[in-house]
């Protein structure tokens, strides 16, 4: 990342009733909140334009509404929901968010209690799947979820291409044909939350997660995420398989010709290779574009 300016909030006073014991939720103590919001200010600076920045009277009211309202127990929740109101302006970049809890109940002698935590818009790649029901309809509802997430932004979005169904020993032109798509999001989940959202809204629309290479209402799979490299039983990314499936391929590609798959390199350069080893087709849907 380039490296960014800063814009600092410290010492920002709020009253609220965050805790786990009744007494806190009755009675409320003070939080004190630190920020630091890392931006780009060269514009803001050179031109004297406060809409280049952040407004930092309206962050610190913003900051101190989100942390005095709707008790929780913890200050772990209190500083992920400052961080994501300081990361809803489009200005920020990156967050540093410290909530202190000066007068916790803590039977001995302290000077201060505080969680510290760092959040970010990442850039991250999601594969869109349907060959049941409605499919057009799947895809433009699961579009339609992420743009309207709270920690997820909808950057852009790929044309709708058709696809036959892939299964283990290849192509299977008895089962429905699937529509495809892919789109670039930005958001402040970690991999593990983004992926938990996506099999969110998978159960929404109908998945059943019966049969490994079955046919789906929705299939949603995580590609890229950021420059993250996970190898766990649950998730894996850059996904393994992403750099072998054109129906993944074709459509990232006409969304943007100049992506690269980390790892394996330009994905129109891997769409090509794909093509001509297996003869996988890929066809036009005529649809309205998904954003």
């Not at 590609?253 to 790892?263: K, Q």
């Amino acid at each position: 990342m380039t490296r960014l300016d800063r814009l600092e909030l410290a010492g920002l006073r709020a009253f609220a009733h965050h805790g786990v014991y009744q007494h806190e939720r009755e009675t409320g103590q003070p939080f004190v909140i630190d920020v630091v919001v890392h931006l780009d200010l060269s514009t803001a600076g050179s031109a004297d334009d406060l809409g280049a920045t952040i407004h930092y009277g309206v962050l610190a009211e913003d900051i101190v509404h989100a942390v005095e309202r709707d008790p929780v127990d913890l200050i772990e929740t209190v500083a992920e929901r400052v961080a994501l109101v300081v990361l809803r302006h489009r200005a920020a970049r990156l967050v540093d968010v410290t909530v202190h809890k000066p007068e916790a109940p803590i039977a001995v002698e302290f000077g201060d209690v505080r969680v510290s935590i760092q959040r970010q818009w990442t850039r991250a790649v999601v594969a869109l799947g349907a060959n049941l029901g409605d499919r057009e309809a799947m895809i433009r509802q699961a579009v339609l979820a992420f743009a309207a997430h709270p920690s997820i932004r909808l950057v852009a979005a790929s044309p709708i291409v058709e696809t036959p169904a892939l299964k283990p020993a290849g192509v299977d032109e008895t089962a429905p044909a699937y529509l495809n798509a892919v789109v670039e999001l930005e958001t402040v989940l970690p991999p593990r939350a983004l992926l938990a959202e996506l099999h969110r809204v998978e159960a929404a629309h109908g998945r059943i997660r019966a049969e490994h290479w079955g046919d789906r209402t929705l299939d949603l799979d995580l590609i890229v995420y950021g420059r993250e490299r996970i190898a766990e039983p649950s998730l894996v990314v850059p996904h393994p398989r992403a750099h072998e499936r054109a129906f993944v391929l074709a459509p990232w590609a006409a969304m943007d010709e100049h992506a690269v798959l980390p790892g394996r390199g330009p994905v129109v350069d891997l769409l090509a290779e794909v093509i001509e080893r297996t003869g996988e087709r890929v066809d036009p849907y005529p649809a309205e574009p998904l954003a």
